[in-house]
C-alpha cells in the first residue's frame, strides 16, 4: 500500500482540480494573415440587409473535473475525522458532500451574443444567395451597394467591391 502524506496528497488533488477548470481557446476558421484557398469570386448587388442578434447558451465543459475534484477533497477532509469504521464513513459522507457543493456551484453557464448580417444579394451569373456573416463594423452594407462573393474551402464571405 502507498505511504503518501495528507499534505501531499491535497497539493496533489489541488493541481488537479486547478488544471481541470482551464478553458479550452476557442479555434477559428482562419487566423489572420493565413493564405486561404479561393474556390470562385462572384461579384452582385445587395436586394436586402438585416442586422440579426443572437444568443447562445454556453456550458461549462469542465463541470465533471470540478465535481470530482470537488469529491475528492472532501473525502481527503472527511478522512481526517473519526476511527475505524466512523473514519470510513465520514470519508465517504466528505466526499459526497464535497462532490455535491462542486457540482452546485461549481458550474458556469454564460451567454454569448453575436452580431451577424443577413444579405440577400443577386450575383452576376444571375442567381440569388443569402449570406449570413459576422457583423464587421467597419464595413456596413445597404441596399443597392455592390459586392463581391468570396467562395472559400466550407465558407462564404462578402466584401465591399473594389
Do not use: C
Not at 500500500?1 to 481541470?20: D, E, P, Q, Y
Amino acid at each position: 500500500m502507498l505511504n503518501i502524506s495528507a499534505s501531499k496528497l491535497s497539493s496533489f488533488l489541488l493541481l488537479i482540480f486547478l488544471f481541470g477548470s482551464v478553458n479550452s481557446p476557442v479555434l477559428a476558421a482562419y487566423d489572420r494573415n493565413q493564405a486561404v484557398p479561393v474556390e470562385k469570386v462572384l461579384y452582385g448587388y445587395i436586394e436586402s440587409v438585416k442586422n440579426i442578434t443572437e444568443k447562445q447558451l454556453v456550458a461549462d465543459k469542465n463541470q465533471g473535473w470540478r465535481t470530482f475534484g470537488g469529491a475528492l477533497i472532501g473525502g481527503v477532509i472527511g478522512h481526517q475525522f473519526g476511527g475505524g469504521s466512523g473514519q470510513d464513513v465520514a470519508t465517504v459522507l466528505g466526499a459526497l458532500l464535497g462532490g455535491g457543493i462542486a457540482n452546485q456551484y461549481g458550474s458556469q453557464e454564460y451567454y454569448l451574443e453575436y452580431k451577424l448580417v443577413e444579405m440577400m444579394i443577386k450575383q452576376e451569373d444571375g442567381t440569388q444567395v443569402m449570406i449570413i456573416q459576422d457583423l464587421d463594423p467597419g464595413m456596413v452594407f445597404k441596399a443597392g451597394d455592390e459586392v463581391r462573393v468570396v467562395y472559400l474551402q466550407g465558407y462564404v464571405r462578402v466584401d465591399v467591391a473594389m
